[in-house]
């Protein structure tokens, strides 16, 4: 059912929502056509919250707290859907938190 909508975005940034209602945005780096299981790339939570200057706000946090997931497996049972993260400058923001995160690393 996904396996066009995955290839289409092979190596691009994707928005995915997970079954627990979280979202994702990550680089899609590849697919089990099989099982249509996911591997992403330097995944981030998608999450709202609240600035001085706005009412909300889109903002990411990492997907995980302790350390820098650079790549993660999700199971199919594990999401909802799968698309272009295309909202606005979503892509272009997130490859440049990602640079710049990875700047400060090194």
Do not use: W
């Not at 079954?19 to 697919?31: Q, V």
């Not at 706000?57 to 199971?75: G, N, Q, R």
């Amino acid at each position: 059912m996904y396996a066009e909508i995955l290839k289409e975005n092979l190596g691009k940034v994707v928005s995915i929502k997970t079954t627990a209602g979280i979202e994702i945005i990550a680089t899609l780096m590849g697919f089990d056509e099989k099982t249509e299981n996911l591997t992403l790339q330097n995944p981030q939570l998608v999450v709202v919250t609240n600035s001085i200057e706005e009412e909300q706000a889109v903002a990411v946090v990492p997907y995980t707290l302790t350390s820098h997931s650079k790549e993660t497996f999700i199971l199919r049972e594990q999401y909802l859907s799968v698309g272009p993260a295309d909202a606005g400058t979503s892509s272009d923001d997130y490859l440049q938190f990602i640079l710049d995160r990875d700047s400060k690393n090194t």
